[in-house]
């Protein structure tokens, strides 16, 4: 059964406060792993891809463990633009382009 | 400018009636797709088309009909429109219908169904 989990939130943090999210994925055949960005009322926008070794993007850290299933996102230092919901996104092999999405988890950064 | 772009973006219609969402992108791309989301904000794939023609369609009833007229276009029908079709529906592009490519999204159509 093709499944990600999120932990839907609210996350409410200060500005410049580091938050952390985390997914699971219940099929092992996963493939390619990502998170997405979808601000209020619009539509969802690659943040970045997720890779074995971990990856990171500026303020943003990915990490992946293969293992236990699991995908993470740290964002250091929170501005008040990082305010959106973070989708956790996972592809089985040979899908084609088939984007299994989690709900997502919120994140409301405050002054 | 706008790379991938829906029409119309919001459509309000009555229980039973047949009505259609257009979908353009001006990305050069060859597979494109359609999501739905729903009021709980489940972000699923509904179908995919490379280069016009089908490769995904997950369990979506059969009033649901996507046409791809070329590469640039994927437009959804949908016929005897029901409550629970209400939701966002969104239109994406990618260059290659590979897992690794980066999906492009449409703003989204908001479908309320009366």
């Known amino acids: 059964r093709k499944e990600v989990e999120q932990d839907p939130g609210p996350f409410n943090v200060p500005e410049g406060a580091t938050v952390a999210f985390n997914c699971t994925y219940s099929?092992?055949?996963?493939?390619?792993f990502f998170w997405y960005r979808q601000d209020c009322r619009k539509e969802p926008k690659l943040l970045m891809s997720v890779y074995s070794s971990g990856n990171e993007d500026g303020r943003f850290t990915a990490q992946l463990n293969r293992a236990s299933q699991y995908i993470s996102l740290l964002i250091r230092d929170s501005k008040l633009s990082d305010s959106a919901t973070y989708l956790c996104v996972v592809t089985y092999g040979g899908s084609q382009g088939n984007l299994i999405f989690g709900k997502g988890t919120k994140l409301s950064v405050k002054p | 400018d706008t790379a991938v772009s829906q029409t119309p973006k919001y459509l309000v219609t009555q229980m039973g009636n047949d009505k259609s969402i257009k979908c353009e992108q001006n990305l050069g791309h060859d597979t494109m797709y359609w999501y739905k989301q729903d009021s709980k904000k489940f972000l699923k794939i509904m179908f995919s088309?490379?280069?016009?023609?089908?490769?995904i369609n997950e369990t979506v009833p059969n009033r649901f009909s996507p046409k791809s007229p070329d590469k640039a276009h994927l437009n959804l029908h949908i016929n005897s429109l029901e409550l629970g079709d209400s939701a966002v529906y969104f239109c994406a592009s990618s260059q290659g219908p590979g897992d690794q490519e980066t999906q492009y999204f449409g703003p989204g159509t908001r479908l309320l169904v009366l």
């Open positions: 088309y490379n280069n016009k023609e089908l490769i």
């Open positions: 099929n092992s055949a996963s493939q390619s």
